[in-house]
């Protein structure tokens, strides 16, 4: 576990997203944010029911996801975020812990830069603001960077066996997602739906 971002190794978002879903068995509920983390996560498995597309409001990943776990608390529930669009949401993250979200992991992909939108620099580049420090400093204890891919699967399997709620904080590159969502949100809200009835 790491607790600052000196030496973090720059990872991939989109093979550590299939590295991710690949590895959820339980009927994980997996929300992901605007854009990147979006696009990566319907590359990743767009069969799978349980993944939920946000599309179009940027910052909202953390907040749906929360209301998920609350509502769901035998489920695990990951919120896949981008670094910008959880500067636009930061409040939630003292939610998360106020609520004491137990079943609530958020994946914060950090590439420095607002990347669908030009390439802006984001508070976090060049390390000025750390996302994860804000995060712990806001109550979530089990606040942590990934130094690498070994640490980041050791840190999910954290997340997906004890209480959290969790925070993984993850330096990546800016590669673009090689594919886009379909633009269905009707068709992706009732398969949501349909896949939290089920039993975890």
Request: charged share 20%; with cysteine; aromatic share 6%.
């Amino acid at each position: 576990m790491t607790d600052t971002t000196d030496n973090l190794h720059v990872m991939n978002r989109a093979a550590l997203t299939k590295r991710l879903v690949a590895g959820l068995t339980q009927r994980e509920a997996v929300v992901g944010g605007i854009g990147n983390s979006n696009w990566d996560l319907w590359a990743a498995d767009k069969s799978r029911p349980e993944n939920f597309y946000m599309l179009g409001s940027m910052g909202l990943a953390v907040p749906i996801a929360m209301g998920v776990a609350l509502a769901q608390p035998a489920r695990r529930v990951f919120a896949l975020e981008g670094d910008g669009s959880l500067l636009m949401q930061l409040g939630c993250l003292s939610t998360v812990a106020a609520q004491g979200v137990k079943n609530l992991a958020v994946i914060l992909w950090d590439n420095g830069i607002y990347q669908i939108t030009g390439g802006q620099g984001t508070p976090s580049a060049a390390a000025r603001t750390d996302m994860v420090a804000i995060a712990r400093a806001s109550g979530i204890a089990n606040a942590a960077w990934a130094a690498d891919e070994a640490e980041f699967d050791a840190l999910v399997a954290r997340a997906l066996s004890t209480d959290g709620p969790h925070l993984i904080g993850v330096k990546t590159d800016s590669e673009p997602g090689r594919t886009q969502t379909d633009r269905d949100p009707i068709r992706f809200r009732e398969s949501f739906m349909r896949a939290m009835a089920q039993p975890v």
